[in-house]
């Protein structure tokens, strides 16, 4: 089942390529916003399920093309993103220790929503795509062989980055929290129609050029480890989400006006634009590009404000 929200947070169901509306089916569910409808949902999806199959098998639904589709989850509680989670093409000679940070949630953004780059000294602004996990019920210190029932579904998701900023070494936080700065879509797809996550490609284009385009089999730390390991630390609730990472040899300047599309295998197309009031520039080669031509970092800021002087 593919679960989305669309036009004023009405909760859809997917048939085809119709979205219908099912929100009369969980209109029961105590809420304040529509972050508690989805998280209720999730929470006892195995009660609602039933009542949504049957509001989709008696409507015929609005095509998908007709409707604004909106983050399909709004608000969670947590968003937690593994961090150097790849194998990298097999050129990382072993994984990376496990490693992980947090998201505001205010980072949410939806289909053909804008990510805003920030005026702040950042060396360059980068979008990761990645597979996030959508938990779907309450999960503290699981073990690894326990973890995937605790998997509600899957969801596209870009980690956007403002790299370099200073004090060297202050990072995440700051780099990684930005409003607007965690776009997810374009649905929630239901587990039981993934099958094996670990076999997923993953791609990324910007401006219609592909950049990112990998598999999930390349994932360091598989899902049950992920999930064992976050929740040794803090408790997991239903709708939260838990980012695997990305292979970061295809990442590339996002800038103004860049239009942004990421696509996994089963998990439909999240389209997002990118701004920059600033007006900022960077080259348009990935992190492979430069590596190929034996150059180190990330391709440096061309024109706007806080490019590096010119000698």
């Not at 009369?24 to 609602?48: K, Q, W």
């Not at 947090?102 to 780059?117: E, H, R, W």
């Not at 997810?184 to 670990?198: F, L, M, R, Y």
């Amino acid at each position: 089942m593919k679960i989305c929200f669309f036009d004023d947070f009405k909760l859809g169901v997917l048939k085809g390529d119709a979205v219908v509306d099912v929100s009369a089916a969980v209109s029961d569910i105590p809420r304040v916003g529509p972050h508690d409808v989805v998280n209720g949902l999730i929470a006892r999806f195995s009660d609602y399920r039933k009542r949504l199959e049957d509001a989709v098998s008696r409507a015929n639904g609005v095509p998908v093309s007709q409707v604004r589709l909106r983050p399909p989850l709004p608000k969670p509680t947590n968003i937690v993103c593994m961090a150097v989670n790849y194998m990298e093409d097999g050129t990382r000679p072993e994984p990376a220790p496990i490693n992980a940070f947090v998201k505001s949630p205010s980072a949410i953004i939806g289909p053909n929503d804008t990510m805003a780059l920030p005026d702040v000294p950042a060396t360059i602004f980068e979008g990761e795509a990645e597979v996030a996990v959508v938990i779907g019920k309450r999960a503290s210190h699981v073990s690894a062989g326990d973890a995937m029932p605790y998997v509600f579904g899957y969801v596209n998701f870009v980690d956007g980055s403002a790299r370099g900023l200073p004090p060297s070494g202050n990072t995440f936080y700051q780099m990684k929290s930005r409003d607007t700065f965690a776009p997810i879509g374009p649905w929630i797809v239901t587990a039981d129609e993934i099958g094996d996550p670990d076999k997923l490609q993953v791609q990324l284009w910007v401006n219609g050029t592909l950049k990112q385009n990998f598999n999930t089999s390349d994932m360091a730390h598989k899902i049950p480890r992920c999930i064992e390991w976050v929740t040794s630390i803090h408790t997991l609730e239903p709708g939260d989400i838990l980012a695997t990472g990305t292979n970061h040899r295809g990442l590339s300047a996002f800038q103004d006006g860049d239009v942004v599309e990421l696509e996994t295998e089963r998990l439909g197309r999240l389209r997002i634009d990118v701004r920059d009031e600033l007006k900022r520039t960077w080259s348009r080669e990935t992190r492979l590009d430069r590596q190929q031509k034996g150059q180190e970092g990330t391709t440096p800021q061309l024109t706007g404000k806080y490019a590096p002087a010119k000698s």
